[in-house]
C-alpha cells in the first residue's frame, strides 16, 4: 500500500519533540462558483500580490493570493465537525467545549495535537501542518468581476409598495469561477492515521472565502505526495513554473483556463523535484489513487467513527487532565 512506502517519513506515534520527518502535499484548488479572498470588510479588492510570471518570464503581474488562514480555517473547522459529531472535543479550562476563537483550546483533542494552539492555555502546542500563500496562475486583472448588490423589498421586487426603484447598497468584487490556485501543504512528524485526517480535512471541505453560505465553492485536488527531510519548494516557484511550462506549450493564458493542461504541466514540474536537496520520494500516480482510496474508505460512515477514535486515543499519555492542573497550581501555591 502507499501508506507503507511513506512510513520513513510517518512518526510511528505521536511525540511532542520533532525529528525531521516530512510529508509534502502539492494540492489544485479550483473555484467552482463566485468566491472572495479578502482581508478586510464589504467593498474591500481582492487579496493580491505583485510578482514575476515565470521562473524564465520575469514580467511583473498582479496575482491572486489565498492566504494561509483562509485555506486553514475552514478545514479545520471540517474536521472539528466530525469531532463534534463523535464527541472527541474536550472541554476546556473555562467549562465550555474546546471552540476556535475563543481563546480557551482544550488542548487535548485532534485538531489541537495536529494543528496547535497557544492562547489561554497553560501551555503551548505549535501546529504541525504547515501552509504558505497560495497563488493564481493567471493575473488578477483577468479573473476579478464586479457584482452590484441591490435591496430587496419583503414582496420579493425591487420596488417599495409605492413603485419606487430600490438603490443600490454597494459594488463589491468577486473571483470567477474556473480559477486556479496551487498550494503546497507541508506535513510535520505526523503519524499515518494524522496523515489520513489531514487529507480528509481537505478533500472534504467545499467552501472557503467570505460569505461562504453563499459563494465560495471550491473542488481541492491533490497533485503530488512527496515523502523526505525538507519542505517542497514554494507554492509561488510551483506557479511560476507551470505558467512557464504552459506558455512553452503555446496554452492561451487566458480565464478561461481548462484544468487538464494545469494538471500535466503541473505533473512535469514536480516529477524533477526528488532532485532537490531533502526530497527523497514520490508517490506515483497510482499509489497516489491507492493512498486517496484509503483516505475515503477511513472516512466512510462505516469507518470514520472507529477511525476518529483510534485517532484521538494515540494522544491519551500526552493529555493535561484538569485534575493534573489543579494539582499543579496548588502546589506551586503552597511552595
Sequence with gaps: MSIEK????????????????????????????ETIFRTEGTGEPMCTESVAAGI???????????????????????GREFLRSHELLYTAKNGKICSLNTNAPCEN???CFLYGFAAGGEGAQKSRIWTEDAFSILPSTELIGDRTINAVFETGTMRDE???????????????PGVHFLDIVTLKDVTADELRY??????????????????????????????????????????????????????ALEHPLQTEPIV????????????????????????????????????????????????????SEFRKTPEASSKKKKKGGDS
Design 6 to 33: 511513506l512510513t520513513p517519513f510517518l512518526a510511528p506515534q505521536y511525540e511532542n519533540f520533532p525529528k525531521g520527518r516530512t510529508i509534502g502535499l502539492v494540492v489544485l484548488r479550483t473555484t467552482q462558483s
Design 109 to 111: 483533542c485532534i485538531d
Design 56 to 78: 524564465q518570464d520575469k514580467t511583473i503581474i498582479p496575482r491572486l493570493v489565498m492566504t494561509k488562514r483562509k485555506q486553514v480555517a475552514p478545514e479545520r473547522r471540517k
Design 264 to 315: 500535466a504541466a503541473t505533473q512535469q514540474i514536480i516529477s524533477t523535484w526528488t532532485t532537490k536537496r531533502g526530497i527523497s520520494m514520490q508517490l506515483s500516480v497510482s499509489e497516489l489513487n491507492s493512498l486517496l482510496n484509503d483516505v475515503d474508505h477511513h472516512w466512510s460512515l462505516t469507518e470514520q467513527e472507529g477511525f476518529l477514535k483510534r485517532l484521538d486515543s494515540t494522544y
Design 162 to 176: 409605492e413603485g419606487k426603484a430600490s438603490t443600490a447598497l454597494n459594488t463589491s468584487e468577486y473571483i470567477k
Design 198 to 251: 489531514v487529507l480528509g480535512n481537505v478533500l472534504l471541505t467545499t467552501r472557503y472565502g467570505a460569505v461562504s453560505s453563499r459563494v465560495g465553492r471550491m473542488d481541492n485536488q491533490i497533485l503530488g505526495v512527496f515523502g523526505g527531510i525538507a519542505e517542497l519548494p514554494s507554492s509561488l516557484e510551483l506557479v511560476q513554473g507551470v505558467y512557464d511550462q504552459l506558455k512553452a506549450g503555446n496554452i
